[in-house]
């Protein structure tokens, strides 16, 4: 089975950009789809992007269309979410996460495979 590290989070302004990524041991990274959810303090863990096994198709949740950008470097056994024009709304903990099925899934009981997250703060 695959362990997943995340590390890239900190404080960024509004507007700001950060990369997160997400290191992959004891499988290797192609095998596995991947995600990014968070959590915000009181609420529940949301789906943020996907990618597929293939890493040929990507999808992502409305509100970060267009600002967030999810891939994976299978040479690396490593994947990213590169967040550009941050809002505050898109402060709490990021989990990635890894399923070995080729099919996309949004659903956070698809993925078996969880790193311990990290802490974005976005502040205004």
């Known amino acids: 089975q695959v362990q997943l590290v995340e590390s890239g989070g900190g404080l960024v302004q509004a507007g700001g950009s950060l990369r997160l990524s997400c290191a992959a041991s004891g499988r290797t990274f192609s095998d596995y789809g991947m995600a990014w959810f968070r959590q915000a303090p009181g609420k529940e863990r949301e789906f943020v992007a996907g990618?597929?096994?293939?890493?040929?198709?990507?999808f992502y949740v409305d509100s970060v269309k267009g600002r967030f950008t999810i891939s994976k470097d299978n040479a690396k056994n490593t994947g990213y979410l590169q967040m550009n024009s941050r809002k505050p709304e898109d402060t709490g903990v990021y989990f990635c996460?890894?399923?070995?099925?080729?099919?996309?899934?949004?659903?956070?009981?698809?993925?078996?495979?969880w790193g311990q997250g990290t802490q974005v703060t976005v502040a205004s």
């Open positions: 990618l597929t096994r293939s890493g040929l198709t990507t």
């Open positions: 996460a890894a399923r070995g099925s080729f099919t996309s899934s949004r659903g956070r009981k698809e993925y078996p495979y």
